[in-house]
T-cell receptor, first 119, second 113 residues
């Protein structure tokens, strides 16, 4: 199993500012995923981060608002830009269980999440 | 687009009661189905999964789920709950070969000693 850490674990930010969330995995992985869980809602996939290429964003999410970096096979960042109170959520990263090999079973390990509050 | 519905927002049970949490999905193809659990203060972790074969799957801690294709359902069951099962439970689906998980809104389970 992969061990995933996220920084910060929580933050309170002012409207209009940006926050960068870090995700570190203890082993190399092909893909990393970023999810958002708004209060009372389900987890929603924001984007898939691949090393060496641009992230792939899901419908409703754009790079200008959620820029993602993937500088190597164990690390990724998600930035929440120009924040508003509607961005208050838990942001989670996850990785597939197959590591460098793609798991045919599509399981994912999740990080502990970053709880963001925007005032 | 795929979607997942979990019928109960909050379930409260006494210890030793039986549990069934409903999950229905909408997807036009072969699916992989998951139940994830999040204990208070802990990471989201996989409880059990279904990919193919026997539609009754067993997971950790005595949980099981049954895939009923005709009903597009994947309900989670446990014959006798314990206080330590207090957690939030999420049903999720993805198309075969895809990593794009679609989650339900979650069901909070409170078990009273």
């Amino acid at each position: 199993s992969a061990v995933i850490s996220q920084k910060p674990s929580r933050d309170i930010c002012q409207r209009g500012t940006s926050l960068t969330i870090q995700c570190q995995v203890d082993s190399q992985v092909t893909m990393m995923f970023w999810y958002r869980q708004q209060p009372g809602q389900s987890l929603t996939l924001i984007a898939t981060a691949n090393q060496g290429s641009e992230a792939t964003y899901e419908s409703g999410f754009v790079i200008d608002k959620f820029p993602i970096s993937r500088p190597n096979l164990t690390f990724s960042t998600l930035t929440v830009s120009n924040m508003s109170p509607e961005d208050s959520s838990i942001y989670l990263c996850s990785v597939p269980t197959g590591g460098m090999g793609l798991s045919s079973h599509n399981e994912q390990f999740f990080g502990p999440g970053t709880r963001l509050t925007v005032l | 687009a795929q979607s997942v519905s979990q019928h109960n927002h909050h379930v409260i049970l006494s210890e030793a009661a039986s549990l069934e949490l409903g999950c229905n999905y909408s997807y036009g193809g072969t699916v992989n189905l998951f139940w994830y659990v999040q204990y208070p203060g802990q990471h989201l972790q996989l409880l059990l999964k279904y990919f193919s074969g026997d539609p009754l799957v067993k997971g950790i801690k005595g949980f099981e789920a049954e895939f009923i294709k005709s009903k597009f359902s994947f309900n989670l069951r446990k014959p006798s709950v314990q206080w330590s099962d207090t957690a939030e439970y999420f049903c999720a689906v993805t198309g075969a070969g895809s990593y794009q998980l679609t989650f339900g809104k979650g069901t909070k389970l409170s078990v009273i000693p």
